[in-house]
């Protein structure tokens, strides 16, 4: 550094000193690099007002730019799918990013179910609308600690989504490459079925892995099988298969009955060679909570416990593959 460019060192506040990469002076332009590690957007951009007020309108100095670097947040993505529609995979994966959210995680959740968004019902903030930074979207905080990105919250309430499959993958892409900050697990609640936007996840994007989603009953399964396939044609990896609607407790006597029949998604999983990851039951209060907003996992409880059992084998799955 010469002489001048010493002088603008010596002015720069404490913290951007500690993180400074270079300092140039280039036709009157100071450039200076820092380090934005660990930083949130409002911190970043509080240290790069603080620079530029710092150093400009110093004798030699007519511009202050200032870059932000930082390692690239490497974002692992878990999709959760299903053969069909009907068997609540939204509700599973809910309750699965905030159980996981719970276990100390960085989790967002992305509702790719472009035609039947319900994310921001089952997450209690219906009518918020994301602002976007610079074209990029960012996620809607939730009263649960995970944020939250869905056609649900950028359409009008009620109103039908007609779009060819290059619109939807276009806009599956808006989500996923969002402003997501220190998120380091996506969840991403895929659209029933193996289409458009199923091929532009897989080839765009490429899960960590993925849960499939299945009610015990055999159409379910059957149906199942085809999203299984998919991912293994994608090469992503399944992480195992959970059974909703298992078995409905009667309120009055106790009694257990199997309207969708029992077992079958873990006798599938089995069959697989995958792991089974837990079964939740037919309740009326998952469905009464889940349309009230607040997910069961959020919560205490036999519910909230089971999520949270699925969880645990998701994240230990995840630490497995590092």
């Known amino acids: 550094m010469n002489d001048l460019t010493e002088t603008l060192r010596d002015l720069l506040p404490p913290q951007a000193k500690a993180r400074l990469q270079s300092l140039k002076l280039v036709e ?41 670097i930082a390692d690239k947040v490497r974002r692992r993505i878990i999709a959760v ?6 068997v609540g995979k939204s509700t599973v994966a809910a309750n699965l990013a905030i159980a996981l959210a719970r276990m100390g995680r960085k989790v967002g959740l992305v509702d790719a179910d472009i035609y039947g968004p319900s994310q921001p019902r089952l997450l209690g903030i219906e009518g918020i609308r ?20 869905s056609m649900g919250q950028l359409i009008e309430p009620g109103k039908a989504i007609a779009w060819r499959g290059p619109m939807a993958g276009n806009a599956l892409g808006q989500l996923i490459d969002a402003r997501w900050g220190d998120a380091e697990l996506l969840v991403v609640d895929l659209p029933p079925g193996t289409g458009d936007v199923q091929l532009t996840m897989l080839q765009r994007y490429k899960p960590d892995g993925a849960v499939i989603v299945s009610t015990p009953q055999d159409l379910a399964l ?16 399944v992480i195992g298969m959970v059974e909703n609607m298992a078995g409905y407790q009667c309120p009055h006597c106790g009694e257990i009955s199997d309207p969708f029949g029992q ?19 037919l309740e009326l209060e998952i469905r009464m909570a889940s349309d009230a907003g607040v997910p069961p996992a959020a919560g205490e409880g036999a519910a909230a416990d089971q999520f949270a ?9 995840l630490d497995n593959q590092r």
């Open 222 to 237: 059957i149906d199942a099988q085809r999203a299984i396939q998919l991912f293994e044609i994608g090469g992503v990896p």
């Open 28 to 68: 009157g332009r100071a450039i200076v690099v820092l380090d934005a590690a660990g930083l949130d957007q409002s911190e970043r951009e509080r240290l790069e007002a603080e620079v530029k007020a710092a150093l400009g309108g110093q004798a030699g100095v007519s511009e202050v730019r200032v870059a932000l």
């Open 81 to 86: 799918g299903s053969g069909k529609g009907g």
């Open 263 to 281: 077992g079958g998604a873990e006798a599938a999983a089995a069959a697989q060679g995958m792991a089974f990851l837990g079964r939740i039951p």
């Open 309 to 317: 059992e699925i969880a645990k084998r998701v994240a230990t799955w």
């Open 130 to 149: 994301p602002q976007a930074d610079d074209k990029q979207l960012i996620p809607v905080a939730s009263p649960w600690g995970v944020p939250l990105l």
